[in-house]
């Protein structure tokens, strides 16, 4: 999902006591052999990619809807942000291109634009492709964010900042925080102290020959993937996931 590689850490002592691992995202760049094979691996819930700035299509995310379904998998979409147009516009065509039913996750990925540095998504246009979201469906959706991202500091190695801190009072704030942190636990931007995170993305591009943490879990079906954990068992994960 994210071009910037973090570091992978060791695992924590107990990942399991941690959450639910039974959320991956994924998008055109995946190879999918088999979403059968995915439910088969545990794994209860897909957010795919669909759209990017204001122009880009995930071409594969619309075929591999029905398939997910199909297998009994939790079907969710993500917008990756930048800043070459408002956040209301991207926000417009994300929806136009995910056509989201009332079962379908929506998330905003807000992350630096590593290709294109300048063309990053900047804060106003984050909150007001969340406000534009929530006016059309009538729910929030989530924010997937690095911590250091979120609280308006450098990137390490790139150096880049989203140039300014995420409050608690931003709409922001509001949505079900999924964080990306690839260590022993994550870390909880400011702005979401108070409530912490429903997801967490605790591993990038695992496949069978790199798994995360050396764990033998490895997710069938697919040629790689990013893996996430839910905040809470299956039955508060089906909740979530129409009510994010």
Not at 94 to 100: A, E, G, M, N, T
Not at 122 to 143: D, I, S, W
Not at 202 to 210: I, K
Not at 225 to 234: K, P, T, V, Y
């Amino acid at each position: 999902m994210a071009p910037y590689q973090y570091p992978i850490a060791p695992p924590p002592p107990d990942r399991a006591s941690l959450g639910l691992d039974a959320v991956i995202d994924l998008s055109r760049s995946v190879n999918v052999s088999d979403f059968r094979l995915v439910r088969q691996s545990n794994i209860i819930g897909v957010i795919h990619k669909a759209t990017e700035g204001g122009d880009y299509v995930d071409t594969a995310c619309a075929a591999r809807r029905p398939q997910a379904e199909a297998a009994g998998l939790l079907w969710g979409t993500y917008h990756f942000g930048t800043g070459q147009s408002s956040g209301a516009r991207q926000a417009a065509f994300f929806l136009s291109v995910s056509r989201p039913g009332p079962k379908t996750l929506l998330a905003l990925d807000l992350e630096a634009n590593e290709n294109n540095p300048s063309n990053s998504m900047r804060l106003e246009q984050a909150e007001e492709f969340v406000q534009a979201v929530a006016e059309a469906t009538g729910r929030l959706p989530v924010v997937y964010v690095h911590p250091t991202w979120a609280n308006g500091d450098p990137l390490p190695v790139s150096g880049l900042s989203l140039g300014a801190r995420i409050t608690p009072d931003s709409i922001l704030a509001r949505c079900g925080l999924w964080v990306a942190d690839y260590h022993d636990s994550p870390e909880i931007p400011l702005a979401w102290e108070a409530r912490g995170w429903r997801l967490w993305q605790y591993a990038g591009d695992e496949s069978a020959g790199r798994p995360a943490y050396g764990q033998t879990n490895i997710v069938r079906g697919v040629s790689h993937c990013d893996r996430n954990l839910f905040n809470g068992d299956a039955i508060a994960l089906d909740r979530f996931w129409s009510a994010a």
